[in-house]
């Protein structure tokens, strides 16, 4: 059974970096042909996507947060971080990480949960000095 848990801090202050790691447990990020994502949704707000790290290492981040955003792995620990810099009140919400077969991207499907093969539960970031 695969689950994906997210771990990190509950509370961030404005301007700093928001990490947040995303562990998987009965199976590996190393896997073929699989892209591990991270999705947010702000208070009040829908989905929005934010990018996803491949098997393979490489990576892909949303335009709008690029200058701001890199994804991380430990495979040791079968891990994936998300590294979210200068953070504001804007940057709040639950973050999910998730999986799948396809490229999230290409296949038009960044937004649609029910399309990832995996889903964490997310972990709510409140921004807030």
């Known amino acids: 059974q695969v689950q994906l848990r997210e771990s990190g801090p509950g509370l961030v202050k404005p301007s700093q970096t928001l990490s947040l790691t995303c562990t998987a447990s009965?199976?590996?990020?190393?896997?073929?042909?699989?892209?591990w994502s991270w999705i947010r949704q702000p208070p009040g707000r829908g989905l929005e996507y934010i990018g996803y790290?491949?098997?393979?290492?490489?990576?892909y981040i949303t335009p709008t947060l690029e200058s701001r955003t890199s994804i991380s792995r430990d495979t040791s620990k079968n891990q994936f971080t998300l590294h979210l810099r200068d953070v504001t009140p804007d940057d709040a919400g639950r973050y999910h990480c998730a999986g799948t077969t396809r490229d999230p991207v290409v296949a038009g499907i960044e937004l649609h949960q029910y399309e990832y093969d995996y889903w964490g539960e997310g972990s709510y970031v409140t921004v807030s000095s």
């Open positions: 790290i491949t098997w393979s290492g490489s990576t």
């Open positions: 009965g199976y590996s990020i190393t896997t073929n042909l699989h892209y």
